[in-house]
């Protein structure tokens, strides 16, 4: 084949599939993303037509016809994958007043590799709806022609009877060559375990009677698209996982009822009250409880989250909460400490809930420091989380509207599990959750 003939087919497959690459998705992934091994086995199917490149006329579309193809592989190190694949389909040709190819058909099958760009530059990441993986492998060709010359000769390769010119080696004597499969996948994921897929492929072979005629000055080659799916074998997408919540049934809550009423009973039996506390010392406690902030004013700025996350919303809302420290600073009040505390709604897990709240006052020191900007400089943001805020829960709860707030309140307080009973309570009396909700926010104190 000539080189001029080589370099416009890789081009042509190159303008075919570079525009699509814009299409990638440009992210990393969330962490649970970058933790997946990338590893996975898949099948696939597809079909489409081929284009023979011999001695008959070049580019003569007239002349494609159909391929059909299943493959198997695997992905490893995120990025690249090696697979098999078993293809069959036929060929046509002619050059005119030389000869025509009647029937020509051929059985192929190789390995091959390949290595998807899209997450190679731009970072793995399951969730990408596009992949570009261009592929070369290394296989071998069964095929069989019956063409007529100009002179009306008939020439048969590769068939298993007596008027057979070159009889092979292979299935139902069919010849058998190498081959060299090269070309570009376009893979569009509709979710993560199905995916469509094009390929736009050449495949090269070590012989010059691909069409039954020899004599030409290259080796024939043939081209083709095709078009077809995958199935991945790989963990569907993990679903993030919200605070605990009472199950809502008839059956788990009497079976957490009898539960508690059991564990409270059984701690009654060997049940001594503790000595009363000295009110000196729970007023010590409370002056010590209360000490860190006096130098502190509370400020109206209230930043809420969504249940067991800790991101601030960059919302124009919360923008303008902290604007109003940013007008502070403009008519002259020298602030130097700003002190964030985090609190999370005690439905959930105490270890789980203390780290939320600290995430949480960290978030909104953070959210602070960025709205203020220049105006940041030489403050000192100090961030603490405050854990379960059981006694915002209280609070809240005794200037509720709802009539059984003092059963609530001493059954969850008498409760050797008070966040189990609690759940249990919010699921017979689901005016809680709207008490859970506004626990979940941070408060902003800024020095006097």
Same mark, same amino acid.
């Given at each position: 084949?000539?080189?001029?003939? $080589?370099?416009?087919? /890789?081009?042509?497959?190159?303008? #075919?599939?570079?525009?699509?690459? $814009?299409?990638?998705?440009?992210? %990393?992934?969330?962490?649970?993303?970058?933790?997946?091994?990338?590893?996975?086995? *898949?099948?696939?199917?597809?079909?489409?037509?081929?284009?023979?490149?011999?001695?008959?006329?070049?580019?003569? $579309?007239?002349?494609?016809?159909?391929?059909?193809?299943?493959?198997?592989? *695997? !992905?490893?190190?995120? &990025?690249?994958?090696?697979?098999?694949? !078993?293809?069959?389909?036929?060929?046509?040709?002619?050059?005119? &007043?030389?000869?025509?190819?009647?029937?020509?058909?051929?059985?192929?099958?190789? =390995?091959?590799?390949?290595?998807?760009?899209?997450? =190679?530059?731009?970072?793995? %990441?399951?969730?990408?709806?596009?992949?570009?993986?261009? &592929?070369?492998?290394?296989?071998? @060709?069964?095929?069989?022609?019956?063409?007529?010359?100009? %002179?009306?000769?008939?020439?048969?390769?590769?068939?298993?009877?007596?008027?057979?010119?070159?009889?092979?080696?292979?299935?139902?004597?069919?010849?058998?060559?190498?081959?060299?499969?090269?070309? !570009?996948? @376009?893979?569009?994921?509709?979710?993560?375990?199905?995916?469509?897929? /094009?390929?736009?492929?050449?495949?090269?072979?070590?012989?010059?009677?691909?069409?039954?005629?020899?004599?030409?000055?290259?080796?024939?080659?043939?081209?083709?698209?095709?078009?077809?799916?995958?199935?991945?074998?790989?963990?569907?997408?993990?679903?993030?996982?919200?605070?605990?919540?009472?199950?809502?049934?008839?059956?788990?809550?009497?079976?957490?009822?009898?539960?508690?009423?059991? #564990?409270?009973?059984?701690?009654?039996?060997? *049940?001594?009250?503790?000595?009363?506390?000295?009110?000196?010392?729970?007023?010590?406690?409370?002056?010590?409880?209360?000490?860190?902030?006096?130098?502190?004013?509370?400020?109206?700025?209230?930043?809420?989250?969504?249940?067991?996350?800790?991101?601030?919303?960059?919302?124009?809302?919360?923008?303008?909460? !902290?604007?109003?420290?940013?007008?502070?600073?403009?008519?002259?009040?020298?602030?130097?400490?700003?002190?964030?505390?985090?609190?999370?709604?005690?439905?959930?897990?105490?270890?789980?809930?203390?780290?939320?709240?600290?995430?949480?006052?960290?978030?909104?020191?953070? $959210?602070?420091?960025?709205?203020?900007?220049?105006? #940041?400089?030489?403050?000192?943001?100090?961030?603490?989380?405050?854990?379960?805020?059981?006694?915002?829960?209280?609070?809240? =709860?005794?200037?509720?509207?709802?009539?059984?707030?003092?059963?609530?309140?001493?059954?969850?307080? %008498?409760?050797?599990?008070?966040?189990?009973? =609690?759940?249990?309570?919010?699921?017979? *009396?689901?005016?809680?959750?709207?008490? /859970?909700?506004?626990?979940?926010?941070?408060?902003?104190?800024?020095?006097?």
């Amino acid at each position: 084949m000539k080189k001029s003939t $080589f370099a416009k087919s /890789l081009l042509i497959i190159a303008l #075919a599939v570079l525009p699509l690459t $814009f299409f990638g998705q440009n992210e %990393n992934g969330n962490e649970n993303q970058k933790k997946e091994k990338g590893s996975y086995w *898949y099948v696939g199917f597809d079909e489409g037509a081929t284009l023979l490149f011999g001695d008959n006329k070049s580019f003569d $579309f007239k002349n494609v016809r159909p391929e059909l193809s299943i493959n198997g592989g *695997y !992905v490893f190190a995120k &990025h690249f994958g090696v697979y098999g694949r !078993v293809a069959v389909g036929t060929l046509r040709g002619e050059l005119e &007043h030389v000869f025509t190819v009647n029937n020509a058909s051929f059985i192929s099958y190789d =390995l091959n590799l390949n290595v998807d760009l899209i997450s =190679l530059f731009l970072g793995y %990441n399951p969730d990408r709806v596009f992949g570009l993986k261009p &592929h070369v492998g290394f296989g071998q @060709l069964q095929y069989q022609a019956r063409t007529t010359l100009a %002179n009306g000769t008939v020439v048969k390769y590769g068939y298993d009877d007596a008027t057979t010119t070159v009889k092979g080696n292979g299935i139902a004597g069919r010849k058998v060559v190498w081959e060299v499969p090269m070309g !570009v996948e @376009l893979e569009f994921n509709i979710n993560r375990n199905i995916a469509l897929l /094009l390929d736009v492929m050449t495949t090269y072979t070590d012989t010059d009677d691909l069409e039954a005629v020899t004599g030409g000055d290259h080796y024939d080659w043939f081209s083709g698209v095709n078009v077809g799916f995958r199935y991945k074998f790989r963990a569907k997408k993990p679903v993030p996982q919200p605070e605990p919540a009472a199950p809502d049934c008839e059956a788990c809550k009497e079976a957490i009822q009898d539960a508690v009423k059991e #564990a409270v009973e059984e701690a009654l039996k060997d *049940y001594q009250p503790a000595p009363a506390a000295e009110p000196a010392r729970e007023e010590a406690k409370a002056v010590e409880k209360e000490e860190p902030m006096k130098n502190f004013e509370e400020r109206d700025i209230h930043l809420t989250f969504t249940v067991g996350k800790a991101e601030v919303k960059n919302t124009q809302a919360n923008k303008d909460e !902290v604007k109003k420290i940013s007008e502070d600073m403009d008519n002259g009040r020298e602030i130097h400490t700003i002190k964030t505390l985090g609190y999370a709604s005690p439905e959930g897990n105490e270890e789980q809930n203390n780290k939320l709240a600290a995430d949480r006052a960290q978030a909104t020191s953070d $959210f602070i420091e960025t709205q203020l900007g220049e105006q #940041a400089k030489g403050i000192t943001f100090d961030a603490e989380g405050m854990g379960s805020d059981w006694d915002g829960f209280y609070e809240a =709860l005794r200037n509720s509207n709802i009539a059984q707030k003092a059963e609530i309140e001493n059954a969850i307080k %008498n409760s050797e599990e008070p966040t189990a009973t =609690l759940n249990q309570m919010k699921a017979k *009396y689901p005016q809680l959750g709207e008490i /859970l909700n506004s626990l979940r926010v941070t408060r902003v104190y800024i020095n006097k």
